[in-house]
């Protein structure tokens, strides 16, 4: 992974929070932004604008109405074993690559939404500002949730939700 030790030229959203396209394409050398939501998303971002931090692993997170039958289908078809089951939200793993997971969700506990993926950070606070920085909607706040982790949802400019975590310690 590369890291951008500059934080002084992150891209700003403007006035009501729609980013200047003219402003956009000037900092990424004369190409149109992507639009979305009606935000303007550049195709390459300027160097500085990556947050500085380790993605540790991301997993896919699918919602289900029978989470038994999916846990099962996983289970018996792929041969994942079950690492976590809290009711609501079942992780699954590979049995030898402890990384390779997917979690089946039924509703979330505490946030609006059932997130597309997950990705766990080293520094989930840096993510948290990088996020804002860039004008991403955040659509469940910073948060540290009893089962232990400290996380935030945010969309993408595809309308993906990412659940953003770091376990605390």
Do not use: C
């Not at 934080?7 to 929070?17: A, I």
């Not at 949730?145 to 996380?151: D, K």
């Not at 935030?152 to 993906?160: E, H, T, Y």
């Amino acid at each position: 992974m590369v890291r951008i030790p500059r934080r002084d030229r992150l891209v700003q959203p403007v006035g009501n929070g729609v980013a200047s396209t003219s402003a956009l394409t000037a900092a990424i050398g004369g190409r149109a932004p992507a639009v979305h939501a009606g935000r303007a998303w550049p195709t390459t971002l300027p160097r500085g604008t990556m947050a500085l931090m380790t993605i540790k692993r991301t997993m896919p997170d699918l919602a289900t109405e029978d989470i038994a039958t999916a846990t099962a289908f996983y289970v018996e078809v792929l041969g994942f074993e079950v690492v976590m089951d809290m009711g609501w939200i079942v992780t699954l793993s590979d049995r030898t690559n402890p990384k390779a997971q997917l979690s089946l969700m039924t509703h979330d506990a505490t946030a609006p939404v059932i997130p597309d993926v997950s990705v766990e950070v080293d520094d989930v606070d840096a993510a948290h500002q990088a996020a804002r920085n860039a004008g991403a909607e955040i659509v469940h706040p910073l948060t540290d949730e009893p089962w232990g982790v400290r996380r935030f949802f945010m969309r993408d400019p595809n309308g993906k939700v990412i659940n953003v975590l770091t376990h605390k310690s």
